[in-house]
């Protein structure tokens, strides 16, 4: 059964700084894996999708990486800034499957100015 | 196109009552896909249907809840009857096949159950 942990659960960093948001799931044989968004009281956002073909994705001052064999995934975050206080969540299909997405818990960034 | 459409926002009834949330999914999309939102279980899948069939509705915790999709443009997840631990975040998802396309997300129904 695919199961998805994200660490930390709350991150706070000062403006400014570069910072890893980390993502592992248990079944590697995944068809891609997807980072949202979420701000409080709102929907997900969706942020990056990495094929299980591709290394990374990026997009903007986000780049995320992909190690299937490993079981990993990192969203890293360039020259934070307050508006990018939210919490991000991984997601994947459950392990040989397109389905459904499996997420973890999160990870609450808080940007101080 | 104005994304996933969920209806209502907010929702707040009593024990026993049924509750009824909408969804209308993003034109085109074939996949649509019910969560449900707890800060003790995260996000987790209820239902989701291909071309307006269910295909995999594991997720659906009790009897008391039902999904259905008469058409490609609406859905509905219906509890009947509510209970408190009923109470979530309930979101709609779309997307436009699976494996290389990502899902979109509606607002969300916060549901509240007294």
């Known amino acids: 059964k695919q199961e998805v942990t994200q660490i930390p659960a709350a991150l706070s960093v000062p403006e400014g700084e570069n910072l890893v948001l980390n993502c592992s799931f248990t079944?590697?044989?995944?068809?891609?894996l997807q980072w949202f968004r979420q701000d409080p009281g709102k929907g997900l956002t969706s942020l990056l999708l990495?094929?299980?073909?591709?290394r990374e994705q990026t997009s903007g001052r986000l780049n995320a990486s992909l190690d299937k064999s490993s079981g990993r995934s990192t969203l890293y975050i360039a020259a934070s800034q307050p508006g990018d206080s939210a919490t991000y969540l991984c997601?994947?299909?459950?392990?040989?499957?397109?389905?459904?997405?499996?997420f973890g818990k999160g990870t609450k960034l808080s940007v101080k100015p | 196109d104005a994304g996933v459409i969920q209806s209502p926002r907010h929702e707040v009834t009593e024990m026993g009552q049924e509750v009824t949330l909408r969804c209308k999914p993003i034109?085109?999309?074939?996949?649509l896909f019910w969560y449900r939102q707890t800060m003790m279980r995260g996000l987790e899948l209820l239902i989701y249907?291909?071309?307006?069939?269910?295909?995999?509705d594991s997720g659906m915790p009790e009897d008391r809840f039902s999904a259905k999709m008469p058409n490609a443009s609406f859905s509905t997840l219906k509890i009947q009857p509510s209970e408190p631990r009923d109470s979530a975040v309930y979101f709609c998802?779309?997307?436009?096949?699976?494996?290389?396309?990502?899902?979109?997300f509606g607002p969300g129904t916060r549901l509240t159950v007294t």
């Open positions: 249907f291909n071309n307006n069939v269910p295909i995999d």
């Open positions: 990495i094929q299980s073909s591709q």
């Open positions: 079944d590697s044989a995944i068809y891609n």
């Open positions: 034109s085109g999309h074939d996949y």
């Open positions: 998802a779309s997307s436009f096949s699976l494996g290389s396309y990502e899902q979109y």
């Open positions: 997601a994947v299909p459950p392990g040989g499957s397109q389905g459904n997405l499996i």
